[in-house]
C-alpha cells in the first residue's frame, strides 16, 4: 500500500512523497496483480475493442447473408445465433465497457487530479468480471445446442427452458450476471472518486465535460444495472428451478420481463450515450480553440437526460398493448429538449472557433451528424401512431444503428485523442482521416437504405425476404456500406501497427484545456508530479495562456500571480 | 459535498413526482415500484451527503479560490498491486460457470472467493505489497 499525499507545488521537489515510481511484480503478473487504473482502463480497452471486431465480423456475415433475398451463408439457426451475439456483443460488451470501463477508468481519474480511483482493487475485480463474463456469453458457440438465439434482448416466453434450451442460453445470462456486476462496482467507483478524489480546487462546477457526464452515467449504471440483474435470476430462476415469473402457464406475466428489462434498458442507451457525449464535448472544444459553449447547460441538460431516462422504458413496449402510451410518449418526446441544447452547444462550440480538423474533430463532427439523424428518427418513433407503424421493422433497425453508429465515431474520437495521453504516442493523421471518411460514408450508405426498408415493410430478424428488385437493392446498398464501416476498422488496425511508437506526442499534443494534459503522457504512477492552481474548467489552458486566462461563468479572478 | 448532496436529492424528488404520476395513472405495478426504488436509491446517500455537508468544514476541492499549498496533505492510501481481485473474479467466473455445467463448479468457485476475501481484507490490514 502507498500512501499518496498531494504536495504542494511550491516545494520545488518534483518527485513528492508517494509519487516514487511503482516496484512491483513484472510481466504477466504484474497484469494480473494490477491495480493501476491506467493499466486496467488500457485492458478494458483492449478488451472492447477486440470485441468490437468479434462483434463486427458477426454484423458483416449478416449483411452479407441478406445481400440476396434467399442467402445460403448461414442456415436460419446460426442466423438466429449471430443477431442475437451481433447485439449482445456490441451493446453489452462493447460500447457499455469501452465508456465507463475503459476511457473513463484511465480519463476520469487524471482530469480531476486523483492519483488513482477510489477503490483500486475493485476496480481491478470489475476488469476480471467484464472479461470473464465476456467469454462466458461466447462459449456458447462451443456448445451443442449452439448460441444464445432470442434476440439480445432475451424475451420471455421465447427465451424460456421450453422454447430456448440449451447452455448457450444460460451461458447467455451467466456472462450478463457477470459484467452486469462489473458495471455495478464501476458505477460505485466512479461515483467514489469524483466525489472524494478531486484535486483542491476542482470543485464540482469546474470539472470537465467528460468528467460530469461519467458521474452522471455512474448514476444511472447504480439505478439501471441491479434491475437487469434481478431480472436475469429470475428468468435463471424459470428456466431451471421450476418458477413461473415470466410465464403464463404458472400465472406469471411474460410482459412484466419486457417491463424489467427495459427498466434497465432504456437507461442503458444513455449509459452509452453519455460517455460519448463527454468525449466529443472535450474534443470539440479543444480542436475549437475554445472553452465548452454553455459549460452549465451542458451539466444540466446530461442531468435532465438522466433524470427523464428513468420513464421512458415502456416505449419499447407500445405496441404490447397494455402500457400507458402518453406517459412513455411526453417522457420520450421531453428528451429530445436537452439533447437539443446539447446538439446547440455543440455547435456552439465550434462558432467562430479556429477549428483544426484533425482526425479526433472529424470523428466528433460525424458523430454530430450520425447522431442527429438517429436522435431525430428516435422523435418519430417516440410518438405510438408512427411506432405501431414502424415497430421491429428496419426503421429501427436503422434508428438504432444511426445511434450506435454515432457512439462508434465518438469512441474513435475519444482514441485518437486520448490516445496519446495513455500511450505517449500519436496516431497517423493521414490514416485517421482515411478511417474517417470510410467510416462516415459507410455509416450514411449502411442505414439510409434500412430506413427506406423499414418504411416498405421489411421486418427485422429476417434471414430471407420476398424476391422483390427493390428490397434486394436495397438490401445490397446496406450491405456495401458495411463492409464501407468494414474496411474503416481494418484502417483503424492498420494505423495501430503503423504508428507503434513512432510519433512521441509530449505532454500536450493538441494544446488542450482540462488537468489530464498537465502530466507526462503516459502519467507516471498515481498521475501527478505537481498540479496547478485550479481556477475554471480549463487549469490546463489557464497554465499555458495566462494572457488569455477563462473568464468562468463571469467570475474572473486573477489566476497566476 | 453540498453540490453534490443537492444533485441526488434533486434526482431522487424527481424520480418520486414520477413514481406519483406513474402509479396513479397506470394499470401496472412493476414500473411504478422500480421509480420507487430509484427514488429511495437516490435519497439514501443524497441525505446522508446532505447531512454531513452541513457538519463538516468545507474540503479543499470545495473552495473556489484554494491554492495547491492549503490542500496538501494526505490523500488516501493505495495499494500498489493485489492478486485478489484476480482470484475473486475467477472464483465468481467458477460460480458462473456452475450455473451451466453443474453444481461441482461451485467448489472451486466459493474457494477461491473465500480466499480472496480473507486474502484481501488481512492484505487491506497488514498493509499488503507495495
Redesign the interface.
Known amino acids: 500500500m502507498t500512501d499518496v499525499l498531494h504536495t504542494a507545488p511550491t516545494t520545488g521537489d518534483d518527485h513528492g512523497h508517494g509519487h516514487d515510481e511503482h516496484h512491483g511484480p513484472s510481466g504477466i503478473l504484474k497484469w494480473l496483480t494490477t491495480t493501476d487504473h491506467k493499466i486496467i482502463g488500457l485492458s478494458y480497452t483492449v478488451t472492447a475493442v477486440v470485441l468490437f471486431v468479434i462483434g463486427g465480423l458477426f454484423a458483416e456475415i449478416i449483411r452479407l447473408q441478406l445481400a440476396s433475398p434467399n442467402g445460403t451463408l448461414v442456415s436460419l439457426a446460426q442466423y438466429n445465433e449471430l443477431f442475437t451475439m451481433h447485439g449482445s456483443v456490441m451493446i453489452y460488451l462493447f460500447a457499455g465497457p469501452f465508456a465507463f470501463g475503459a476511457l473513463a477508468n484511465i480519463i476520469v481519474p487524471i482530469q480531476i487530479g486523483a492519483p488513482d480511483m477510489a477503490f483500486p482493487r475493485l476496480n481491478a475485480l470489475s476488469y476480471w468480471l467484464y472479461l470473464t463474463g465476456s467469454i462466458t456469453m461466447l462459449s456458447g458457440f462451443f456448445t451443442a445446442g449452439g448460441a444464445a438465439n432470442f434476440g439480445w434482448v432475451g424475451y420471455a416466453p421465447l427465451s424460456n427452458s421450453l422454447n430456448s434450451p440449451g447452455a448457450g442460453a444460460d451461458l447467455w445470462i451467466g456472462g450478463l450476471l457477470l459484467t452486469g456486476f462489473s458495471a455495478i462496482f464501476t458505477g460505485v467507483n466512479l461515483v467514489a472518486t469524483i466525489f472524494y478524489l478531486r484535486a483542491p480546487g476542482m470543485t464540482m462546477f469546474r470539472m470537465p465535460i467528460f468528467t460530469w457526464n461519467l458521474l452522471v452515467t455512474a448514476i444511472l449504471i447504480l439505478l439501471a444495472f441491479p434491475v437487469l440483474t434481478a431480472g436475469l435470476i429470475m428468468l435463471y430462476a424459470d428456466r431451471h428451478f421450476g418458477t413461473h415469473i415470466f410465464s403464463n402457464s404458472g400465472g406469471g406475466v411474460p410482459v412484466l420481463w419486457q417491463h424489467i428489462f427495459w427498466f434497465w434498458g432504456h437507461p442503458e442507451v444513455y449509459i452509452l450515450a453519455l460517455p460519448f457525449f463527454g468525449m466529443v464535448t472535450e474534443v470539440i472544444a479543444v480542436f475549437s480553440k475554445k472553452p465548452v459553449f454553455g459549460y452549465k447547460g451542458m451539466i444540466f441538460a446530461t442531468l435532465t437526460i438522466a433524470a427523464l431516462s428513468l420513464g421512458v422504458w415502456a416505449h419499447h413496449m407500445f405496441t404490447t398493448g397494455v402500457v400507458l402510451l402518453p406517459f412513455f410518449s411526453i417522457m420520450s418526446l421531453l428528451i429530445a429538449v436537452p439533447t437539443g441544447i446539447k446538439m446547440f452547444n455543440w455547435i456552439g462550440s465550434m462558432w467562430r472557433g479556429q477549428i483544426w480538423f484533425s482526425a479526433a474533430m472529424l470523428m466528433s463532427i460525424g458523430f454530430l451528424f450520425t447522431f442527429l439523424i438517429g436522435g431525430l428518427t428516435g422523435i418519430y418513433l417516440a410518438s405510438p401512431p408512427l411506432d405501431f407503424m414502424t415497430h421491429d421493422t428496419y426503421f429501427v433497425v436503422a434508428h438504432f444503428h444511426s445511434v450506435v453508429m454515432a457512439l462508434v465515431f465518438g469512441a474513435m474520437a475519444g482514441l485518437y485523442y486520448w490516445g496519446p495521453k495513455f500511450t505517449g504516442y500519436l496516431l497517423h493523421e493521414g490514416i485517421g482521416k482515411a478511417q474517417f471518411w470510410f467510416l462516415f460514408i459507410g455509416t450514411q450508405v449502411f442505414t439510409f437504405p434500412q430506413y427506406l426498408l423499414g418504411l416498405y415493410g421489411m421486418p427485422r430478424r429476417m434471414a430471407v425476404y420476398p424476391h422483390d428488385p427493390q428490397w434486394q437493392h436495397l438490401n445490397e446498398l446496406s450491405t456495401l456500406g458495411a463492409l464501407l464501416i468494414g474496411v474503416s476498422t481494418i484502417l483503424f488496425v492498420v494505423n495501430i501497427g503503423y504508428s507503434w511508437k513512432k510519433y512521441p506526442a509530449g505532454d500536450n499534443p493538441w494544446d488542450a484545456q482540462t488537468l489530464e494534459w498537465f502530466t507526462t503522457s503516459p502519467p507516471p504512477h498515481h498521475n501527478f508530479y505537481r498540479l496547478p492552481q485550479i481556477r475554471s474548467e480549463r487549469p490546463t489552458w489557464d497554465y499555458n495562456h495566462p494572457d488569455h486566462p477563462s473568464l468562468a461563468h463571469g467570475a474572473h479572478e486573477e489566476t497566476h500571480a | 459535498?453540498k453540490?453534490?448532496a443537492k444533485?441526488?436529492l434533486v434526482?431522487g424528488l424527481?424520480?418520486g413526482l414520477?413514481c406519483a404520476?406513474?402509479w396513479n395513472?397506470?394499470?401496472?405495478n412493476?414500473?411504478g415500484v422500480?421509480?420507487f426504488a430509484?427514488m429511495l436509491?437516490?435519497f439514501l446517500p443524497g441525505s446522508y451527503?446532505y447531512w454531513w455537508s452541513r457538519r463538516m468544514k468545507e474540503r479543499?476541492?470545495?473552495?473556489?479560490?484554494?491554492?495547491?499549498?492549503?490542500?496538501?496533505?494526505?490523500?488516501?492510501?493505495?495499494?500498489?498491486?493485489?492478486?485478489?481481485?484476480?482470484v475473486?473474479?475467477?472464483g465468481?467466473?467458477s460460480v458462473?460457470?456452475s450455473?451451466?455445467?453443474g453444481i461441482w463448479l461451485l467448489i472451486p468457485g466459493l474457494g477461491l472467493a473465500a480466499w480472496a476475501f480473507i486474502g484481501?481484507t488481512s492484505e487491506?490490514r497488514r498493509?499488503?505489497?507495495?
Not at chain 2, 395513472?25 to 401496472?28: G, H, R, T
Not at chain 2, 498493509?127 to 507495495?130: D, E, I, M, P
Open positions: 459535498m453540490v453534490e444533485m441526488l434526482l424527481f424520480f414520477m404520476v406513474y395513472w397506470s394499470l401496472e412493476a414500473g422500480m421509480m430509484g436509491l437516490c451527503y479543499p476541492e470545495d473552495k473556489k479560490d484554494v491554492t495547491q499549498a492549503e490542500g496538501a496533505g494526505f490523500v488516501g492510501t493505495f495499494p500498489g498491486s493485489s492478486i485478489f481481485p484476480f475473486l473474479g475467477m465468481a467466473f458462473v460457470l450455473l451451466v455445467f484481501g487491506g498493509g499488503g505489497s507495495h
